[in-house]
């Protein structure tokens, strides 16, 4: 089971990316999915998740309004649309996959599987 996360680079504070997380198995149709991140220095946090169904979605405050998390589950992959990009958004990005409750204002449960990382940068 691997999920290979892609999409990272340099971009300028105000622009737009996206990030795709592909699995290697169709039984990722079953778990909920989330985008983390690592800046430097920094501990890992949560940027947002998704729900099996796709019809509920949890982001952090910090980027609510400007990243949008999708998932299309018959190509296997998540989306993080990243749009107006701050410079405290340069991190390592991060997808994982779960068995993973999406709740209104926070989630539970056991992220099982973790991408590889992709690093975006912001430049002020």
């Known amino acids: 089971v691997q999920l290979q996360a892609s999409g990272g680079g340099l971009v300028q504070a105000g622009d737009s990316l996206r990030l795709s997380c592909a699995a290697s198995?169709?039984?990722?149709?079953?778990?909920?999915w989330g985008w983390f991140r690592q800046a430097p220095g920094k501990e890992r946090e949560f940027v947002g998740g998704?729900?099996?169904?796709?019809?509920?979605?949890l982001y952090d405050d910090s980027v609510k309004g400007r990243f949008t998390i999708s998932r299309d589950n018959a190509k296997n992959t998540l989306y993080l649309q990243m749009n107006s990009v701050k410079f405290e958004d340069t991190a390592v990005y991060y997808c994982?996959?779960?068995?993973?409750?999406?709740?209104?204002?926070?989630?539970?449960?056991?992220?099982?599987?973790w991408g590889q990382g992709t690093l975006v940068t912001v430049s002020s």
């Open positions: 198995e169709r039984t990722f149709s079953t778990y909920a």
């Open positions: 994982a996959a779960g068995t993973v409750y999406i709740g209104a204002n926070t989630y539970t449960g056991d992220w099982l599987y």
């Open positions: 998704i729900n099996r169904n796709g019809d509920r979605i």
